[in-house]
């Protein structure tokens, strides 16, 4: 596969790692809030605090109502409710003192930091500027354009009665792929159609597609089993999933497939939350 290549910069090898100055501005709005709530929280929880003893396998709880209280009185276990209530104050407590800490670095920090970063440079620059510059991270549309400029021959449709084209004009093998690559293009994601990759234990194969994710910028198969009635077919679709498993395409990650049946076919709705979950 032609995989994402990465910039060369050491501990910038991702657009995501970046710390813009939105980032640095929500991640401050999020404190706030944060120690606002658990402000909030702590009021309203139970006086004094938790002691956990632990002998051997037996755990107990203590309700110490006071800083002097070292021991505290003991608690049944048909009181676990006041012991979570007390487990959840401490645990307020350690966020509401990391959260006021993290909020005083970025204030002073934000004193001093910058409007624009290094990063920034590039979408300050005129378009006359921008055609003649390399920035240190390609933009969104820089990255999907060199993505979708990779030529490659995809498997042949042969033997099919009938045509099955796309609006991007590629010619699939059934009505359920059409229906996928369509919404892929509203959508505006980009895709290859049976793109040619190397797996073990399959040689190479051609996905039915191969999807963008250009927020994360990752690379997602996605494969349509769409006769999953026929014994055969499915335990080949068993066997494939299986090898790009243990070549590291991972379900629910970079692996994603939807089946049908001759009575149940596909469902746009089913479509619609795949695209959504894993692809924007």
């Given amino acids: 596969m032609n995989h994402i290549k990465r910039t060369s910069l050491k501990h910038y090898n991702s657009h995501t790692s970046i710390i813009s100055r939105d980032g640095y501005d929500e991640r401050i709005e999020y404190l706030r809030g944060l120690i606002k709530c658990k402000q909030e929280a702590i009021k309203i929880a139970p006086r004094g605090s938790l002691r956990i003893s632990k002998s051997k396998s037996r755990t107990q709880y203590y309700h110490r109502m006071d800083i002097h209280d070292r021991n505290g009185i003991y608690l049944k276990k048909s009181e676990r409710d006041r012991i979570e209530r007390l487990a959840q104050k401490e645990y307020d407590k350690r966020v509401l003192k990391a959260a006021e800490e993290e909020l005083r670095v970025l204030e002073r920090l934000g004193r001093q930091y910058p409007l624009n970063t290094a990063e920034d440079q590039f ?37 099919k009665k009938e045509e099955f084209v796309t609006e991007r004009g590629e010619i699939v093998r059934s009505k359920s792929e059409v229906l996928i690559a369509n919404y892929l293009k509203r959508c505006g994601i980009p895709y290859r159609y049976e793109y040619p990759i190397n797996i073990k234990g399959l ?26 009635d026929s014994d055969s077919y499915a335990r080949d679709a068993v066997h494939r999933i299986n090898c790009y498993q243990l070549a590291g395409y991972c379900l629910g990650d970079n692996l994603i497939i939807t089946m049908e049946t001759n009575d149940m076919p596909i469902n746009l709705n089913v479509v619609k939350q795949m695209v959504k979950r894993y692809c924007l």
């Fill in 203 to 228: 040689g190479i194969v051609h996905p039915d597609f191969i999807i963008l994710n250009v927020r994360l910028r990752k690379e997602i198969i996605w494969e349509h089993c769409g006769r999953m």
């Fill in 123 to 159: 979408g300050l620059m005129s378009e006359n500027w921008k055609e003649l510059v390399r920035p240190i991270i390609e933009t969104d549309a820089q990255f999907v354009a060199r993505w979708l400029s990779v030529e490659y021959e995809p498997s042949r449709v042969e033997g």
